[in-house]
C-alpha cells in the first residue's frame, strides 16, 4: 500500500508543472509523430494497405505506437536537471518507495501519452477512420504498457548517462532504426528476406502489429497476444532495471 501511496505523491507532485501548461505540454511532445500523418496521410489516400486493409486503418496504428516512443523514450530528459541540481538525490534521501518515484514519474508520462493519442484518433476519425471502439479501448491499454516500459528505460539511461549531449546521442541512435525497422511507416513484409528477419527482432514491431489487429477490432488475433506479451515483457525489464538503478544512486 505504501507504493502505491507513494506512487500517487510522486505522481502529482510531477503533473503539477504539467497542469500549468497543459497545451504546450501535450501539444510539443506529438508534433514529430503528427508531421508523419500529415505528409505521409496524403501519400496513402485511395491506396490498400496490406491484407487488404484501407490505408488510414494500417498507417494511423503505427503512429500511434510512434507516438509512444517520442513521448516517453524522452522522458529521462525531464530527470537531468534534477540529478544535476541536487533534487533527487534530495528525494532520495525521504523515505518514498523507489519503485514509487519511478512509478510516479512514468505514470505522469502515461498519462499525457494516452491523451495525445486520443486527440489524434479524433483527429484521424474525423477524417475518415474507421476503428473498433472495443479495438482502440484495448489498444490505448497496451500503448500504456508500453509507454511505462520506454519510459522508466528512459529514466534509467538517464541515470547512468547524466549528460544531455549523451542521452540525446543515445536516443538519436536508437530510436529511429526501431521506428523505420518496426514497419510503422512501410509495411516490413514487403522488405528483403534479410530486412524482414530484422524486423521481426525488432520488438516494437510486434506491438505494432498487435495495436493494427486491435484497431480491426481482431481482438483474438495471435498476433495481439504476441504484442502484448512483449509490452508486458519490456515494462517488467524496466521496473527491475529501473529499481536497481534507484538505488544504486542513493547507495
Known amino acids: 500500500m505504501n507504493v502505491l501511496r507513494d506512487t500517487g ?12 501548461n497543459p497545451v504546450a505540454v501535450i501539444v510539443f511532445g506529438m508534433l514529430q509523430p503528427v508531421l508523419y500523418l500529415a505528409l505521409f496521410g496524403p501519400l496513402l489516400s ?14 494511423v496504428p503505427g503512429i500511434v505506437v510512434m507516438l ?9 530528459f525531464g530527470l537531468l536537471p534534477e540529478l544535476r541540481s541536487g533534487a533527487h538525490e534530495r528525494l532520495l534521501a525521504t523515505s518514498v518507495s523507489r519503485v514509487a518515484l519511478l512509478l510516479g514519474r512514468v505514470s505522469r508520462d502515461v498519462v499525457v501519452l ?12 474525423a477524417l475518415g477512420l474507421r476503428v473498433s471502439p472495443l479495438g482502440v479501448a484495448a489498444g490505448l491499454l497496451l500503448l500504456a504498457v508500453l509507454g511505462i516500459g520506454l519510459g522508466i528505460l528512459s529514466y534509467v539511461m538517464a541515470m547512468l548517462l547524466r549528460q544531455e549531449y549523451l542521452f540525446a546521442g543515445l536516443l538519436q541512435t536508437v530510436i529511429m532504426p526501431l521506428i523505420l525497422l518496426s514497419g510503422v511507416l512501410l509495411p516490413m513484409d514487403m522488405a528483403p528476406g534479410w530486412l524482414s528477419t530484422i524486423s521481426r527482432a525488432n520488438p516494437i514491431s510486434h506491438v505494432v502489429d498487435a495495436e493494427r489487429a486491435l484497431f480491426a477490432g481482431d481482438l483474438t488475433e ?8 512483449v509490452a508486458v515483457a519490456i515494462a517488467l525489464i524496466a521496473v527491475v532495471l529501473g529499481t536497481r538503478s534507484m538505488r544504486r544512486v542513493s547507495a
Do not use: D, K, N
Open 68 to 76: 509512444g516512443l517520442f513521448g516517453t523514450a524522452f522522458a529521462g
Open 114 to 125: 494516452l491523451v495525445q493519442a486520443v486527440l489524434v484518433i479524433a483527429v484521424v476519425t
Open 9 to 20: 505523491i510522486v505522481f502529482v507532485r510531477q503533473m503539477r508543472p504539467t497542469l500549468r
Open 46 to 59: 485511395g491506396m490498400p494497405g496490406p491484407s487488404g486493409a484501407a490505408s488510414w486503418e494500417w498507417f
Open 222 to 229: 495471435p498476433a495481439v497476444l504476441v504484442g502484448t506479451g
